[in-house]
């Protein structure tokens, strides 16, 4: 079973949408803090299974990842100084639970150096923490790099609209983050 995070978001709901199209909705998971939202009753409804999970709230991601194979971990939006937890969290949980596959939506240029704070603070020390579990880059994990954010503000463009840049920290987390984002977006780059 593949679980997709952050069920209730506009990346996830892409992600979704596409899954729903390759496969059946039975080998679908998603998770949410807001497990009742009208969007998580809407995928319940069509046979996805609907998990509580809030990425503050590391109790709830056991439950979550349980039977979960493959997961797409999506980051939140909240302050940096509180999204490396969240996504710590997340990965811990999906370690105990014994999730095979991870992907993991990073920024481009992630690094100690970067010029944007929440690549220094928050994508590159979940790379090294996904690195440091044990698990293998490539083959159990997958590292894709794209911009979050193309033209905000510009209601002439929605973000499936834009062509994607993506990149991969290697060939297969390259191939794996083109499917993902060309499933979403009208072109990948």
């Known amino acids: 079973m593949l679980l997709v995070t952050g069920a209730n978001g506009q990346l996830a709901g892409w992600v979704i949408a596409n899954l729903l199209e390759m496969t059946d909705a039975s080998n679908i998971a998603v998770c949410s803090r807001d497990a009742g939202s009208d969007r998580a009753k809407e995928l319940a409804a069509k046979g996805v299974s609907v998990r509580e999970g809030d990425f503050d709230r590391p109790e709830t991601l056991a439950a979550a990842m349980e039977g979960v194979e ?24 999906a370690k105990a639970a014994g999730v095979k596959h991870i992907v993991y939506p990073s920024f481009l240029g992630a690094g100690p150096d970067a010029m944007a704070e929440h690549s ?5 020390p979940t790379e090294q923490a996904i690195q440091a579990s044990g698990l293998t880059v490539g083959r159990d994990f997958f590292l894709a790099y794209s911009p ?14 834009i062509p994607k840049v993506v990149g991969g920290y290697d060939d297969a987390s390259l191939a794996v983050a ?12």
Request: aromatic share 8%.
């Open 70 to 93: 493959k997961v797409l971990v999506i980051p939140t939006y909240a302050p940096n100084s509180v999204r490396l937890q969240q996504n710590l969290n997340a990965l811990e949980a």
């Open 120 to 124: 220094q603070l928050v994508h590159y």
């Open 148 to 161: 979050e954010r193309e033209d905000p503000g510009n209601i002439d463009y929605s973000a499936s609209k």
């Open 178 to 189: 083109d499917a993902l984002y060309s499933a979403a977006v009208v072109e990948t780059v």
